[in-house]
């Protein structure tokens, strides 16, 4: 059971809770597209339930389910194009032609149920070809061509229905299996329906977990980028219109089972019944969206709507009508859903919370024992001019300098005085916190990565991330963001931070704008290879640093300005206490010295009108709307301040370079025979000052003295 | 609540009817250089206020509490007389130069006998608070910035979103006869060369405006300056040489916006501290910052958000800037107030770094890179 830091922000029980935070997440969930047909079909069902009497007794349902999987099938079928970024407009007429087919060959020529089932397919299979060699083959415009088509396949339609309704009409024929797939219900449905549902789930498999499926997909949402990518789009085009006419010529079967006659206006307008069901589905007409399950769902409401009207004896026009209504309005929302709702989460997201501080103390005082100063002003540069943000810096045993790089790499410094620098790793990301483990591996904590080891000879391999999923969030938190620091417990266990579960990488200025307890400490075990969390929400949780016996980790958060210890053993093993509060700056990382107490980087500090704008989250959300991220209050980041605190929590002196021309900011410093090393994010070189005092001639590099190896 | 719910709901439904926030761009006349920097120092003076030309090498200069004779020739500078309080503006008044004092009142320097008279003195009223003087032949015109805040309290006045100066002509007898009030801290003045109107400054609303003194009209010049406008005078070219000791900032038009947020600062936070622009960077920890002034690899990028500022510009009359010279983000000669013609060269008073500058002269300094 992981520690919760929600406590720390001092803030009421109410405000773990965000509801236009919660809305920004539901609204990015793919699964939210279908919110509005969903609503619909409810409304649908549960107004014609209340207003037709015996709307819900099985004889309705089992015909609307007949009517449902002939029109769904259709849909289908248009789904399947319009994905792929055409337009099939002569559905109808196939399930004409199918149907009038399928009459014939049962009554006239008194063909075998199954080879006319076969038969119907095939007639519908045939018409799509031409429509996909026409289009996919000679490339004229789908539209155009299938409004063509739609023509000629409803006069051969017409010419099957002129040729043969006579003898249709005074042929009766009596067939076990034409009158079971008719009549017979299975769980109150009949046949049709239950294939419906079949090639539902066939279809949506395909589209969502096969290659075909996106394939079509890709096609549909760019033809240029699909073909560049090396797809075969004639080929995949054609496919998508032989499916529709073969699911077409299935639906024109059923019709012709379920009705037995064939007529000149069969399917007539079917083509506009079917692309308002897409639509209504979710299914963008502009390609590259949609699913099995949403043309189900939009056939679900055509087809209550249709049946419900006729139950209510209303006028066929009013269905026309209401079907005219329902397209131009979900056209509408398909447009402005799809092209506004990256831009509405945009403007929801980030909801700042309002975070009361403790007083800030005047760092500029004379007695204050922050009083900047030039201590750090003349540190000795290491790598200047060729790195790029070291955020962190390690020392190996050999007294070899590592340190990050905003570009993604690990530098490597050698030599009596460091000055031979080399790209050690190229691990990519941000690289952050790092530490030594026991075999000399430099893991290191990677912004927009997660935790990552770089054997001796460079090579880097991922140690964890991800972690669990936490249960009742919305947005998926498994992955590590903003892996920020590290450190290494005498047992072998990593500690980390991950500052922020919504925030990536380089975007930590949104987690300190937002202020909200959005990261979380965690372990990383060897043994196992499990990262678990110990500490959730947690706010901003930056600088790990295991205690010198051993028994805690402290803990900082840099945007409550507070370093906290959490126990790992000891009577109060799993609980955190207070170490500092109410700093002066936003501590940044934090790391054992040699005489027993520890040394903590500033990333920034606080100022009176930052702190009131802490206190007023309106202020900050307009902040974060009206002005460029530039133009942002922000703590002071031109400071490069370092202080040491004493194993009790007392702060004994702070280091500064006052100037801040070469060290514009100390994000990290490491303590290694008798040098204090300096590392910034935003600096090109890594500093060191050799230390006053005489009590680190022994001990080379600072381990933990329970167990404790020699570690950075 | 209600009428801002409403107002956003009319931006919403008619995006075009929102407010104006933009600020002007810095480009023809105004794009961003560093000639200020390749200027020269002439020399280093407490609190610098405003300079005027004597003649061709010399030019009198207030800053603190004292009027300055300063020779560009052989880079000298003599104190020629101290107040009881700051001295701010001047102007030629024959062989006297007019020096307004706060808290005072105005005096005249005569500069061959080397006397000080006194015009008008009071401790109340607009006469103790005075930004500017301007003689026109025989008749003396001053500018009170503020009728609640005194000079020095320049920062409560802005952030209050005050416009209680006013443009004042000073009698024979004494009094003052009021011209123009309710203007937004009137900072510089001067007249015109064909001394037929009067050119004054209103920093809180970015304004250049004429006066006219035959018919007592106003007419803004322009008021979109991309930045707080100090002193203004004419060269002898006829153009406007106008100083900026600050660019508008949109954090700060962000806070002027945030009624809630500004009343507390100003009530609970210490006024050196405030967002709000400046002279100068107090390089205090806690002064505020704007993310993108942070310093990257030991550079600060010169086009970052800044409260301070340092800017010269020469216009024409019709207040369309010609050229000008800048101190950006990262420099140090901010604040300039007022900037004058000496012989052929520039000299600038740089109040931010507490310093004179000197110029080859009008239009020459410019760099171009083609």
């Given at each position: 059971m992981?520690?919760d830091?929600?406590a720390?922000?001092?803030s009421p029980?109410?405000?773990?809770?965000?509801?236009?935070r919660?809305f920004?997440?539901?609204l990015?969930?793919?699964?939210?597209?279908t919110l509005?047909?969903v609503t619909l079909?409810?409304i649908?069902i549960?107004?014609?339930?209340a207003?037709?009497?015996?709307?819900?007794?099985g004889?309705?349902?089992?015909t609307?389910g007949?009517?449902?999987?002939?029109?769904?099938?259709?849909?289908?079928g248009?789904?399947?194009v319009i994905?792929?970024?055409?337009?099939?407009l002569s559905?109808?007429?196939i399930?004409?032609?199918?149907?009038g087919?399928a009459?014939?060959?049962f009554k006239?020529?008194?063909w075998?149920?199954?080879?006319i089932i076969?038969?119907?397919?095939v007639?519908g299979v045939v018409?799509?070809s031409?429509?996909?060699l026409?289009?996919?083959?000679?490339?004229?415009?789908?539209?155009i061509t299938t409004l063509?088509t739609?023509?000629?396949?409803?006069?051969i339609a017409?010419?099957v229905d002129?040729?043969y309704?006579a003898r249709?009409?005074?042929?009766?024929r009596?067939?076990?299996?034409?009158?079971?797939?008719?009549n017979n219900q299975?769980g109150?449905?009949t046949?049709?329906f239950?294939?419906?549902?079949?090639?539902v789930i066939?279809?949506?498999?395909i589209?969502?977990?096969?290659?075909f499926g996106w394939?079509?997909?890709?096609m549909g949402a760019?033809r240029?980028?699909?073909?560049?990518a090396?797809?075969?789009?004639d080929r995949?085009g054609f496919?998508?219109y032989?499916i529709?006419?073969?699911?077409?010529?299935?639906s024109?079967?059923?019709?012709?089972?379920?009705?037995?006659?064939?007529s000149?206006s069969?399917?007539?307008?079917?083509?506009?019944i079917?692309?308002?069901?897409?639509?209504?589905?979710?299914?963008?007409?502009?390609g590259?969206k949609g699913t099995?399950?949403?043309?189900?769902?939009?056939?679900g409401v055509v087809?209550i709507?249709?049946?419900?009207l006729l139950?209510?004896?209303r006028?066929?026009?009013?269905y026309?009508?209401?079907l005219?209504v329902?397209?131009i309005?979900?056209?509408?929302i398909?447009l402005?859903?799809s092209?506004?709702?990256?831009?509405a989460?945009?403007k929801i997201f980030m909801?700042?919370a309002?975070i009361r501080?403790?007083?800030?103390?005047?760092?500029?005082?004379?007695?204050?024992?922050?009083r900047?100063n030039?201590?750090l002003t003349?540190?000795?540069?290491?790598?200047?001019g060729?790195?790029d943000g070291?955020?962190?810096?390690?020392?190996?045993r050999q007294g070899?300098?590592?340190?990050g790089?905003?570009?993604?790499?690990v530098?490597?410094f050698?030599g009596?005085?460091?000055?031979?620098g080399?790209?050690?790793s190229?691990?990519g990301?941000?690289?952050?916190?790092?530490?030594?483990?026991a075999h000399?591996?430099i893991?290191?904590c990677?912004g927009?990565?997660?935790?990552?080891s770089?054997a001796?000879?460079?090579s880097?391999h991922?140690?964890?991330t991800?972690?669990?999923?936490?249960k009742f969030r919305?947005?998926d938190?498994?992955?590590?963001r903003?892996?920020?620091?590290?450190?290494?417990a005498p047992?072998?266990k990593i500690y980390?931070?991950d500052?922020s579960t919504?925030?990536d990488?380089?975007?930590?200025?949104?987690?300190m704008i937002e202020?909200?307890?959005n990261?979380r400490?965690l372990?990383?075990?060897?043994a196992t290879?499990?990262?678990s969390?110990?500490?959730?929400n947690m706010s901003?949780p930056n600088?790990?640093?295991?205690?010198h016996?051993g028994?805690?980790?402290?803990?900082?958060s840099s945007?409550l300005?507070?370093v906290d210890r959490y126990?790992l053993?000891g009577?109060q093993a799993g609980?955190?206490e207070?170490f500092?509060e109410n700093?002066?700056?936003g501590?940044d990382n934090?790391n054992?010295?040699?005489?027993?107490?520890?040394?903590?980087a500033f990333?920034?500090?606080?100022?009176?009108?930052?702190?009131?704008?802490?206190e007023?989250?309106s202020f900050?959300?307009g902040?974060?709307k009206?002005?460029a991220?530039?133009?942002?209050l922000t703590?002071?980041l031109n400071t490069?301040?370092?202080?040491?605190?004493s194993?009790?929590?007392?702060?004994?002196?702070a280091l500064w370079?006052?100037?801040?021309?070469n060290?514009?900011l100390?994000?990290?410093?490491?303590e290694?025979?008798g040098?204090?090393y300096?590392?910034?994010?935003t600096?090109?070189r890594v500093?060191?000052v050799?230390?006053?005092?005489a009590s680190?001639?022994e001990?080379?590099s600072?381990g933990?003295?329970?167990?404790?190896g020699?570690?950075g | 609540?209600?009428?801002?719910?409403?107002?956003?709901?009319?931006?919403?439904?008619?995006?075009?009817?929102?407010a104006d926030r933009?600020?002007?761009?810095m480009?023809g006349g105004?794009?961003?250089?560093?000639d200020?920097d390749?200027?020269e120092?002439l020399?280093?003076l407490?609190?610098?206020?405003d300079?005027?030309?004597?003649?061709?090498r010399?030019?009198?200069?207030?800053?603190?509490?004292?009027l300055w004779l300063v020779?560009?020739?052989d880079?000298?500078a003599?104190?020629?007389?101290?107040f009881?309080?700051q001295a701010?503006?001047?102007?030629?008044?024959?062989?006297e130069v007019l020096v307004?004092?706060?808290?005072?009142?105005l005096?005249?320097?005569h500069?061959?006998?080397?006397a000080?008279?006194?015009?008008?003195l009071s401790?109340r009223?607009?006469l103790?608070n005075?930004?500017a003087?301007?003689a026109v032949g025989?008749r003396?015109?001053?500018?009170?910035p503020?009728?609640?805040?005194?000079?020095?309290?320049w920062p409560?006045?802005?952030m209050n979103k005050?416009?209680?100066?006013?443009l004042?002509e000073?009698?024979d007898?004494g009094?003052?006869?009021?011209?123009i009030?309710g203007l937004?801290?009137?900072f510089?003045l001067c007249?015109?060369p064909?001394?037929?109107?009067?050119?004054y400054t209103e920093s809180?609303?970015?304004?250049?405006?004429?006066?006219?003194l035959a018919?007592?009209t106003?007419t803004?010049v322009t008021d979109?300056?991309p930045g707080?406008?100090?002193r203004?005078r004419?060269?002898?070219e006829g153009?406007?040489?106008?100083?900026?000791?600050?660019?508008?900032n949109?954090?700060?038009?962000f806070?002027?916006?945030?009624d809630?947020?500004?009343?507390?600062m100003?009530a609970?936070?210490?006024?050196?501290?405030w967002?709000?622009?400046s002279y100068?960077?107090?390089l205090?920890?806690r002064?505020p910052m704007q993310?993108?002034?942070a310093?990257h690899?030991g550079?600060?990028?010169?086009?970052?958000?800044?409260l301070s500022?340092?800017?010269v510009?020469?216009l024409?009359?019709?207040?369309?800037?010609?050229?000008s010279?800048?101190?950006r983000?990262g420099?140090?000669?901010?604040?300039?107030t007022?900037a004058?013609?000496?012989?052929?060269?520039?000299?600038?008073a740089c109040?931010?770094?507490?310093?004179l500058?000197?110029g080859r002269?009008?239009g020459?300094e410019?760099?171009?890179?083609q």
């Amino acid at each position: 059971m992981a520690a919760d830091g929600f406590a720390l922000t001092g803030s009421p029980w109410f405000r773990r809770f965000s509801v236009q935070r919660t809305f920004a997440e539901l609204l990015g969930k793919r699964w939210m597209d279908t919110l509005a047909p969903v609503t619909l079909l409810a409304i649908v069902i549960l107004y014609f339930g209340a207003s037709v009497p015996g709307f819900f007794n099985g004889a309705n349902i089992a015909t609307t389910g007949q009517i449902l999987a002939e029109d769904g099938l259709l849909a289908l079928g248009m789904t399947v194009v319009i994905l792929g970024g055409g337009i099939d407009l002569s559905v109808g007429s196939i399930y004409a032609v199918a149907n009038g087919v399928a009459v014939v060959l049962f009554k006239v020529y008194v063909w075998p149920v199954p080879v006319i089932i076969l038969m119907a397919i095939v007639t519908g299979v045939v018409c799509g070809s031409v429509n996909g060699l026409f289009i996919s083959h000679l490339k004229t415009r789908p539209f155009i061509t299938t409004l063509v088509t739609l023509l000629l396949f409803r006069s051969i339609a017409v010419f099957v229905d002129q040729n043969y309704s006579a003898r249709v009409g005074t042929t009766f024929r009596v067939d076990a299996l034409w009158d079971n797939l008719a009549n017979n219900q299975y769980g109150g449905f009949t046949l049709s329906f239950i294939i419906l549902l079949a090639l539902v789930i066939i279809l949506q498999f395909i589209i969502t977990r096969t290659r075909f499926g996106w394939q079509i997909t890709a096609m549909g949402a760019s033809r240029t980028s699909a073909r560049r990518a090396g797809m075969r789009l004639d080929r995949l085009g054609f496919e998508t219109y032989v499916i529709s006419g073969a699911l077409a010529g299935l639906s024109g079967f059923f019709v012709a089972n379920r009705v037995g006659s064939a007529s000149q206006s069969t399917g007539q307008g079917y083509e506009f019944i079917a692309l308002t069901a897409v639509i209504i589905g979710g299914v963008s007409l502009t390609g590259g969206k949609g699913t099995a399950t949403r043309a189900l769902i939009g056939a679900g409401v055509v087809v209550i709507l249709y049946q419900g009207l006729l139950l209510q004896n209303r006028d066929a026009n009013i269905y026309q009508i209401m079907l005219a209504v329902i397209l131009i309005l979900f056209t509408i929302i398909d447009l402005k859903y799809s092209k506004n709702l990256d831009r509405a989460i945009q403007k929801i997201f980030m909801v700042p919370a309002a975070i009361r501080l403790g007083e800030l103390i005047d760092v500029n005082e004379l007695d204050s024992v922050y009083r900047p100063n030039r201590a750090l002003t003349d540190a000795e540069p290491i790598g200047l001019g060729l790195l790029d943000g070291p955020e962190d810096v390690v020392l190996d045993r050999q007294g070899r300098l590592y340190c990050g790089d905003r570009r993604g790499y690990v530098w490597q410094f050698s030599g009596p005085n460091l000055e031979d620098g080399r790209i050690f790793s190229r691990v990519g990301g941000l690289p952050l916190g790092l530490g030594v483990d026991a075999h000399d591996n430099i893991i290191v904590c990677v912004g927009g990565m997660g935790l990552y080891s770089i054997a001796p000879d460079g090579s880097s391999h991922p140690l964890a991330t991800r972690t669990k999923r936490s249960k009742f969030r919305i947005r998926d938190d498994s992955p590590l963001r903003l892996t920020d620091d590290l450190d290494i417990a005498p047992d072998g266990k990593i500690y980390f931070s991950d500052a922020s579960t919504r925030f990536d990488g380089v975007e930590y200025m949104f987690e300190m704008i937002e202020a909200r307890p959005n990261g979380r400490v965690l372990c990383y075990d060897p043994a196992t290879g499990d990262t678990s969390t110990i500490v959730k929400n947690m706010s901003f949780p930056n600088g790990i640093c295991v205690a010198h016996d051993g028994r805690s980790i402290l803990i900082n958060s840099s945007s409550l300005y507070r370093v906290d210890r959490y126990w790992l053993e000891g009577p109060q093993a799993g609980s955190m206490e207070p170490f500092l509060e109410n700093l002066p700056g936003g501590p940044d990382n934090i790391n054992r010295a040699s005489d027993g107490g520890y040394w903590l980087a500033f990333a920034a500090m606080r100022s009176p009108v930052f702190d009131l704008a802490y206190e007023d989250a309106s202020f900050r959300l307009g902040m974060l709307k009206e002005l460029a991220q530039d133009e942002w209050l922000t703590p002071n980041l031109n400071t490069s301040c370092v202080i040491k605190i004493s194993e009790s929590g007392e702060v004994v002196e702070a280091l500064w370079d006052e100037t801040q021309r070469n060290h514009s900011l100390i994000t990290s410093m490491r303590e290694y025979d008798g040098w204090l090393y300096l590392g910034g994010l935003t600096n090109n070189r890594v500093g060191r000052v050799k230390l006053s005092s005489a009590s680190h001639a022994e001990s080379k590099s600072v381990g933990i003295v329970v167990g404790g190896g020699s570690r950075g | 609540m209600a009428s801002r719910t409403f107002e956003l709901v009319k931006e919403f439904l008619r995006p075009d009817s929102g407010a104006d926030r933009s600020l002007p761009p810095m480009d023809g006349g105004y794009t961003p250089n560093d000639d200020l920097d390749r200027f020269e120092g002439l020399c280093s003076l407490v609190d610098v206020q405003d300079v005027l030309a004597v003649d061709h090498r010399r030019a009198v200069v207030t800053a603190g509490r004292a009027l300055w004779l300063v020779d560009v020739f052989d880079i000298s500078a003599k104190c020629l007389v101290e107040f009881d309080g700051q001295a701010t503006g001047m102007d030629r008044l024959g062989d006297e130069v007019l020096v307004a004092v706060t808290g005072q009142g105005l005096y005249a320097w005569h500069l061959r006998n080397e006397a000080l008279r006194e015009i008008a003195l009071s401790a109340r009223g607009p006469l103790s608070n005075l930004s500017a003087v301007a003689a026109v032949g025989s008749r003396i015109f001053v500018t009170c910035p503020s009728a609640e805040h005194g000079w020095v309290d320049w920062p409560r006045d802005l952030m209050n979103k005050r416009s209680s100066g006013g443009l004042f002509e000073l009698r024979d007898d004494g009094t003052m006869e009021t011209l123009i009030s309710g203007l937004a801290w009137p900072f510089g003045l001067c007249a015109s060369p064909d001394m037929l109107s009067l050119f004054y400054t209103e920093s809180w609303s970015h304004r250049l405006a004429r006066y006219d003194l035959a018919s007592g009209t106003r007419t803004a010049v322009t008021d979109r300056l991309p930045g707080y406008p100090a002193r203004v005078r004419f060269t002898r070219e006829g153009t406007l040489l106008l100083a900026m000791f600050a660019l508008r900032n949109q954090l700060v038009e962000f806070v002027l916006r945030r009624d809630r947020y500004r009343g507390r600062m100003l009530a609970e936070i210490p006024v050196e501290d405030w967002i709000c622009p400046s002279y100068r960077s107090t390089l205090s920890v806690r002064q505020p910052m704007q993310l993108g002034a942070a310093v990257h690899l030991g550079e600060i990028k010169p086009w970052a958000p800044a409260l301070s500022y340092g800017l010269v510009a020469e216009l024409t009359p019709q207040g369309v800037a010609l050229v000008s010279y800048q101190a950006r983000a990262g420099a140090t000669r901010h604040g300039v107030t007022s900037a004058c013609e000496v012989g052929d060269r520039l000299l600038v008073a740089c109040r931010g770094n507490d310093e004179l500058l000197l110029g080859r002269g009008v239009g020459e300094e410019h760099s171009h890179d083609q």
